[in-house]
Every structure is written in C-alpha cells, then in structure tokens.
C-alpha cells in the first residue's frame, strides 16, 4: 500500500470517527423548545380547516363542529348552527400557544396535570382535533398553569407548558348558535297569550290619551283612563319616572280581564325592555323531542304587522319554546323542526298568567286579616304570673 493511499484512508476514518460521535452528542443533548409553536403548521392552514373535534371522558369526540356547505354547524346537535365565533378563538387559540417549558414524560404522572388519555372515564383534560388541508392536528390540553396550560401531543409522551391559554368546552349546547331573537319592546304592537289552561288575553299599544273605547272591556277602559292619567303626571314632572317612559309603559291596555276585575296599572302590562330583547337559546333539540301538545302560544305582533309566534312547554326542569315568524325566512328556516331550552326567567316573562296582570282581589267584606305570627303571639293575653311569695289561699273546707 503506498503511503499516499494510506493517508487517504486515515483521513477518511478520522472523518467517519467525528461523525459518529457528533450523531451520538447531539442525540443526547435536550433540544430546547422554548419559544417554539405547539401546532407550527397550523398558523398557515387556518383557511383550510374543515372540522373541529373536542373530546372527553370518551372513546368518541363528545362534540363535533364542522363545515358544511360552506357554514359551520353542530354535528351533535343535528348540523345547527354554530358560533363561529367560538370556533374562530379555538383555532387561533391553538394556532398562537407557544412552549414555554417542557415537563414530565411519565405517563403516570398525566392525571396530575389533565393529560390523561381522553378516552378515560373521569379524564380532565380535553383532546382537540383540527382537519385541515395538510392533515390533521391534535393536542391534549391539561390543567390551567400560570397563564396557560398543560399540553402534550396526541400519541406523545412529552408534555409542555403552553401560552396562551387555550380553552375549550366539551359540550354541544356551548357550541351552538344561541341568538334567537331580538325584539326592542317600542316595536311591539301587541301580545297575545293562549295558556295551555286558564284565559287567554291580549296587551296592546294604544295612542297616547286614547279612551277606553279603544279597549274591549270595562277592565280595559280603566286601564286606559289611568294610562292617560299617568301620561300627564309624567309628562309634568310630578311622576317618579321620566316622561318618556312613563308615557311608554302608559299606553299599553289589558283586552280579557274578567267580569269584575280591574287591570293592573300600566307600567305592569307593557312588555319589559329585556323580555324579547337578545332572546338566546342554552340548548336545542328535535322539536319531536319535547311535548308540545299542551303548549302555551304568546304571539307578538310588532308595530310593521309582521308576528312572531312562540310556543312553550315545560320538561323537568327545562323550558321549551318553538320559534315561527310571519315575515323572516331566515328565522324560520333556523327554527324549523327545532325547540330551544331557555331560561326560566326568560319563559316565565314571556308566558305571563292572566292573573299577573290584574289588580289582587280585594277581601270580601268583614274579612278579618291574618295577623302576622309575631303580632298574633304579641296580641295574646299574658297569662297571670303568680309571685312565689303571695301563692294561692286554698278554700276553707266546711
């Protein structure tokens, strides 16, 4: 072998030796990810994303937010509508959460920090799934921590810390579209309440200083007498209320009250400003899910004579209204074959009972009142007290 050959080799050798052992250094060195995205692919496939999926305490995702034909829906909730919203800060909420620090690797120690496995009964964390055009992402978001999370990859058993904070919910009513309604009270013409027992009334607008000829009883031209009343003690400043809204809440009249019963004063029968205003939903379902066949119906004719018609029922403790409006297609369309769960102030306001709306039944005559508890036992005769040195002489027997 000449010597130029041989020095070739060793060269060669030192090369592959260096190599080597640069490979093995590197290997066991910690790659420091601080600062890095958790998800540095998905900044640029935002536009591209067509499904979110969240999962919990299942084998299956508990909720499934997706596009289709080109709107976001909720799969679980029969493709309603969602809150885009609620999607739109997810997604850039997973798109900005950067590492922080890298924690523990120990799948024992997961449950500590609500990384678990999502298939787990009882897990607290949450694995959110993102489809988009370059495939799919998924992370499993723990416990809160200073101002982020506990986070680790699906499949991985390192585990981050993570900023922002990322939140999620893992059930469908959070993910719906909850905007029903949004009815300004000076819009409102009249009400008109079916109960699904008892009588049925109408409350409606009249002009200012309109006489009772306007209303279709005595307990509505009372009711119109003391509108006009109450307007001109407003409108001089005397009253407790502004003029403006005292004349308002004046000119609504009561139409059903019965045979000698009087209507309350205006201010209770006109429509509060919050009633049919921001009207939103907490949950929807199937409307063959809820009983409707004893709803009662308040329909709401607005000043344009358009109407809207809700229907109610009650379930347990839940409130059921159906939606159908005269003139919004839009409306409808959303609300067809659908009933939404409300809150029970809501329902309450918008079903009134006729009673509600009238002047308390007086006691009928010589009708003694019941006196409160502390005032009857305050009222009662003391009974004697007798003086342990003046006790009673016993009667001399003959």
């Known amino acids: 072998m000449s010597r130029q050959r041989l020095l070739a080799l060793m060269v060669a050798a030192a090369v592959a030796i260096s190599g080597a052992l640069y490979l093995s250094t590197q290997r066991n060195l910690r790659r420091d990810v601080r600062g890095a995205a958790l998800l540095p692919a998905l900044a640029n496939e935002l536009n591209s994303v067509t499904a979110l999926r969240v999962r919990r305490g299942s084998a299956t995702p508990t909720v499934t937010v997706h596009e289709r034909d080109g709107r976001w829906t909720v799969a679980d909730r029969g493709d309603y509508p969602a809150d885009v919203s609620k999607v739109r800060n997810l997604l850039l909420a997973l798109s900005d959460a950067k590492i922080i620090e890298e924690k523990t690797s120990n799948p024992a120690n997961f449950p500590i920090i609500g990384v678990e496995e999502p298939s787990l009964p009882g897990a607290t964390g949450v694995e959110i799934s993102v489809a988009a055009q370059d495939g799919k992402h998924a992370v499993i978001v723990g416990k809160p921590v200073g101002g982020g999370n506990f986070a680790r990859h699906a499949g991985e058993n390192k585990t981050y810390i993570v900023e922002p904070g990322i939140s999620s919910e893992a059930e469908p009513r959070y993910w719906i579209d909850s905007r029903l309604i949004d009815i300004a009270a000076a819009g409102i013409h009249s009400i008109e309440v079916k109960p699904a027992s008892g009588p049925a009334y109408i409350v409606h607008r009249v002009v200012a200083g309109a006489v009772g000829s306007s209303a279709a009883n005595s307990s509505a031209a009372s009711s119109s007498t003391a509108s006009s009343g109450a307007a001109s003690s407003g409108a001089a400043g005397t009253g407790s209320g502004s003029s403006a809204g005292t004349a308002e809440a004046a000119n609504f009249v009561l139409e059903g009250a019965p045979p000698g019963r009087k209507a309350a004063d205006p201010a209770s029968l006109a429509p509060s400003s919050t009633t049919y205003s921001g009207l939103s939903a907490d949950d929807v379902t199937p409307v063959a899910a809820v009983d409707f066949s004893k709803a009662t119906v308040a329909t709401v004719t607005l000043s344009d004579g358009s109407t809207i018609t809700l229907s109610g029922a009650t379930g347990g403790d839940k409130h059921w ?37 009238l002047v308390p039944k007086e006691p009928p005559p010589g009708a003694k009142k019941a006196a409160p508890a502390s005032n009857a036992a305050a009222s009662k005769p003391a009974s004697p007290r007798l003086s342990p040195s003046k006790k009673p002489v016993p009667a001399p027997t003959s």
Not at 326 to 353: H, M, Q, T, V
């Open 321 to 357: 209204i159906q939606v159908k409006a005269s003139k919004d297609a839009a409306l409808n369309a959303k609300a067809a074959g659908r009933a939404f769960e409300i809150a029970g102030y809501r329902y309450d306001a918008i079903f009134r009972p006729l009673e509600q709306l």
